[in-house]
């Protein structure tokens, strides 16, 4: 048997400024043939959960490429060309089965539904291939990627500690179909809901119910797997918001009634899924009266985690002025910066216009430098090994990277996007972050992967930044309408 497998992943920010061409993808992780799969197996990947399937049935296999970029702006075609070029052409030269790691709210130049458009394609050249797809949990699904599949899944968990599990689970299916074990087939429901993805946490409610219920369908028989999507809803694109999926083996009755039983549920429930703001002043007030410590604070609208572009100072500026001391910032992107403090070398007490660089148009904010006095702690290449529970065994590289100590604010400065989901991002450069009183985080629900057992109390920090969950300041093009809750008065009979 000769298997295909391919990563191609990508979560497009459509509001974003920041650029996601090739070299970003190269920035974060990009690999052809067998580098590909050097670099993902023995991960906490789908794809290496793929490889470690085909190894066991002694399948030759061909990797064409794997290939991830961090959340940004809409993927230029170019990027998109190099990706999905590679695997068509490995799918063309012939194999017997595809196994693919994707996201599932790829938008580039040319295509909304970059997944949708690559296994169109895949259907083109081999209409009879098995298939099998795993997709975030924030993909925004279309029918066109489960028409053109043969069996699809969405990870069960945000953050996403099960991408290997689900890659086994979907993996196994297809591969029993191979071997006429099963007949997998699916019915997707769509919901008219473009959630706030900080009510999207899976050990919160209302999505721990609806992933119970997930799990409750598995056990039943003939069901094979059963997703809640959450979607993206930064993507402006025709099918952004949640969804469910459901496979069975030859049962599509089942198929049908379990995907609109779950989708009932998440329909029921759709005022949970607002997230309601809150003065930012008064989260670093509320802070200030704390003593049980480290105190996890969430700049959450500027998360590059969704396309932020992790420049934004409001909330660094908000806490310096409220005069919070014991704080580790993870991290604020700004090459110029760390530049200057190469060129300050360690130890030396500097003044930096921080932050502040990139223009943000698409929401009209005023984003502005804070000047800031400082010395430089640390300087580090940035690169360092992920030992948490997701992206386990993934080399992070988040440039060269510096230290930047206010005295009373530490703050990890980086030349590369990258959201703190690991602890590596504070150890990499000495800190301890246990050992801190206040750790603030450029993160929405990522952060718990590492951080969750070490803070004793989490606050929300609403700032400025094109990740914001105010989803109505958002001007929407291409997305489907009527959708809660833009649209409040949307009849519940209208599902």
Not at 62 to 78: L, R
Not at 109 to 122: A, F, K, N, S
Not at 125 to 142: E, G, M, Q, R
Not at 377 to 392: A, E, F, N
Request: hydrophobic residues 40%; contains cysteine; aromatic residues 6%.
């Amino acid at each position: 048997m000769k298997i295909v497998i391919a990563m191609m992943k990508h979560e497009t920010n459509t509001f974003s400024p920041v650029v996601t061409d090739w070299k970003r993808f190269e920035n974060w992780g990009a690999f052809f043939g067998q580098k590909a799969l050097e670099k993902y197996e023995n991960t906490g990947m789908p794809i290496a959960a793929y490889i470690d399937l085909a190894k066991q049935a002694g399948a030759d296999i061909v990797t064409p490429v794997a290939a991830e970029a961090m959340p940004s702006g809409i993927v230029t075609a170019d990027a998109y060309d190099k990706m999905s070029d590679a695997i068509l052409e490995s799918i063309d030269a012939g194999c017997d089965l595809a196994l693919l790691d994707l996201h599932g709210a790829m938008v580039s130049q040319q295509t909304m539904d970059g997944e949708g458009t690559l296994l169109e394609r895949i259907r083109l050249i081999s209409p009879d291939l098995p298939i099998a797809v795993t997709c975030d949990f924030h993909c925004n699904l279309t029918q066109k990627m489960v028409d053109n599949c043969t069996a699809l899944i969405g990870y069960k968990t945000y953050p996403h500690v099960d991408m290997y599990e689900v890659g086994l689970q979907i993996g196994k299916i297809v591969m029993d179909s191979v071997e006429e074990k099963c007949n997998p087939v699916m019915t997707r429901v769509q919901l008219p809901l473009l959630s706030h993805t900080l009510k999207q946490g899976t050990d919160d409610q209302p999505v721990k119910s609806l992933i119970k219920a997930c799990r409750e369908a598995e056990k039943e028989d003939s069901t094979l797997a059963a997703t809640f999507f959450g979607g993206f809803p930064l993507s402006d694109m025709p099918d952004a918001g949640g969804s469910t999926l459901v496979v069975t083996d030859n049962n599509k009755k089942q198929a049908g009634i379990k995907a609109q039983e779950i989708a009932d549920l998440a329909w029921q429930r759709r005022s949970e899924f607002i997230y309601h703001t809150s003065l930012l002043k008064d989260s670093i007030s509320q802070a200030k009266t704390l003593s049980d410590y480290p105190v996890i604070l969430l700049d959450h609208e500027d998360n590059c985690g969704s396309g932020g572009t992790q420049d934004v100072m409001a909330v660094i500026a908000e806490i310096i002025e409220q005069g919070l001391d014991g704080v580790a910032v993870a991290a604020v992107y700004d090459p110029e910066a760390v530049k200057e403090m190469q060129k300050a070398g360690i130890g030396a007490n500097i003044r930096l216009s921080l932050g502040g660089k990139i223009s943000i148009e698409s929401l009209g904010i005023d984003n502005s430098p804070l000047e800031i006095e400082g010395k430089v702690r640390v300087l580090t290449d940035g690169q360092w090994i992920v030992r948490g529970p997701m992206y386990t065994g993934v080399k992070v590289d988040m440039g060269p990277t510096a230290l930047f100590d206010t005295g009373k604010v530490k703050i990890v400065v980086v030349s590369l996007h990258h959201e703190p989901w690991d602890t590596g991002v504070f150890t990499s450069l000495g800190i301890q972050p246990e050992h801190e009183k206040y750790l603030l985080l450029k993160s929405r629900i990522h952060y718990r992967a590492g951080f969750a057992s070490i803070g004793k109390k989490t606050l929300h920090c609403d700032g400025k930044g094109v990740t914001t969950s105010r989803n109505e300041l958002l001007d929407y093009k291409y997305l489907r309408r009527p959708i809660y809750p833009l649209d409040k008065n949307l009849d519940q009979d209208i599902f």
